[in-house]
């Protein structure tokens, strides 16, 4: 690549046309078609009629593992200590020092069952329930995983889940000793060496091995997405993910060549990754441009990260730091880098992301990895209504109503008058029972 070659959109909130200027440099429109839904329809179709045959068929067709039964699917957790044993030191000690701290911040999300007493005597309250079954699926293809394990399955144990069943699109041997690893430190019940459509319609549906599953979480490619919002209502999931997306807002007070390996660190996932730098100083945009260039060549993933740059990085001009976070908002992404003096002054203005890292040292690739929220996030703009994975995906919450003779009468009254009024007979009869004067 030559040094001047790489050009990165820009545009700028002083143009007329600037929102639909940034809605098109986003491109998000799901990356899908009705080609991919018939194929995902097909293969889902397949393992819920035929189970363990059709994982095993599509395994072999589009994963390149060559299994004759479902059992050769299967890791053993004398496989998972084996794989945990033969790792070196150093990633041993990386896998437990993340787990600890992923551990240690989910903890602090777990919600408790709660009751209250009205004035009226009756009892009110929730109670909270882990999910007992719950499948994660880990990507793999053009990478392993094992932080994403972490990720997926601690959040789930902290939850109190009971059976954690890890799907992998990755070969068990030596060299992906890693992931699992990784599936042994987080206390992953069960590791199936499958992917794809296939391994969503094997955890929804269930086959003659497999129980099904009550929630998938986890991300992965278009087929998977696309299983995986075709299942939903069979199963919970946790969100619809797409490409990884990093925005920074920027003052220039942090070296130039940081900022440039931090939109690499999300280009490199793939060639549809985003990685978007706002900032009201032109000549930070170029500073951070030129440590592109300069540093570009000596990435291992140098084309992958020049693809995603060239398609899909956005460098935007703004007025202020504070127009900077209006249109951090209005992008809503996945991860956003808050690089600037005092970036504590701007957090209240952000209403719209996933994971919020604030200041200099707060690089996105810490968040990859060990900080200690997951790094399962929403993307394509749904932050504006999903959150970061957390414990509260692996809970489910009861009401409790247990009303006293008062309370149920003051209550009947109401309840009959607003059920009359919905023309809902039953319903008003119901409550008229519970009257304090056909209680007597």
Known sequence: MKENDLQITRISTIEIDFTSRLEACLKREMLDNDEIYQKVASVLEDVRQQGNIAVLEYTNKFDNFSVESFQDLVVTPKQLEDSLKRIPDSQRNALEHAANRIQKYHERQVTSSWQYEDEDGSVLGQKVNPLERVGIYVPGGKANYPSSMLMLAIPA??????????????????KNDLIFAAAKVAGVNQVLTMGGAQAVGALAYGTETLEKVDKIAGPGNVYVNVAKRMVFGQVGIDMVAGPSELTIIYDGSTDPDWIAADLFSQAEHDEFAQSILISPSEECLDQVERSIRAMLPKMDRREIIETSLKNRGIFIHVDS??????????????????????????????????????????????????????????????????SALGVCDFQKRSSIISCSKKGASKLAETASILARNENLQAHAVSAEFRLHEKLN
């Open 321 to 386: 730091i504070e127009q900077a976070a209006e249109v951090s908002n209005d992008i809503a992404p996945e991860h956003l880098e808050i690089s600037i003096n005092a970036p504590q002054s701007i957090l209240p203005m952000i209403t719209n992301a996933g994971a919020i890292f604030l200041g200099r040292y707060s690089a996105e690739a810490l968040g990859d990895y060990c900080a200690g929220p997951s790094h399962v996030l929403p993307t394509s703009g749904t932050s504006r209504f999903f």
């Open 157 to 174: 144990r902290v939850a109190g889940v009971k059976d954690i069943i890890a799907a992998v699109p990755t070969r068990y041997d030596k």
